[in-house]
């Protein structure tokens, strides 16, 4: 069965860091635009991040702009989120996601056809 195993969560200081991981298994990463979201407490979940298959171009809300960077590996099928600055608004579930397409990502659009099953980021001193 298809699916993503996550790590990397845990409790950080603000101003502190964290790299997410997420792993697929299953099937392949190469051809699939590739997304981070987050649901913090009593909010919707919302995507973050993403990258494109085709030329790794990215796409992210302002919110986490010049912190936080995604990244692939398609030879581990693994991609990353790398988290700078952390503050204690970042507080929330974070889910790997994938989807099919024509390999382009642009958050709006972002259909997700797979997700991780989530892992929880706390920043908190």
């Known amino acids: 069965q298809p699916h993503f195993v996550e790590s990397g969560g845990g409790l950080v200081q603000p101003g502190g860091s964290l790299r997410l991981s997420c792993v697929a298994s299953g099937f392949t990463l190469d051809y699939k635009p590739l997304a981070w979201f987050r649901q913090a407490p009593g909010k919707e979940r919302e995507g973050i991040i993403c990258?494109?298959?085709?030329?790794?171009?990215?796409n992210y809300v302002d919110s986490v702009k010049d912190r936080f960077t995604i990244s692939r590996d398609n030879a581990k099928n693994t991609f990353y989120l790398q988290m700078n600055s952390l503050q204690p608004e970042d507080t929330a579930v974070y889910y790997c996601a994938a989807t099919g397409g024509d390999g382009t990502c642009w958050l709006p659009r972002f259909q997700v056809g797979w997700w991780g099953q989530g892992i929880q980021v706390t920043v908190s001193s």
């Open positions: 990258i494109s298959s085709t030329d790794f171009t990215t």
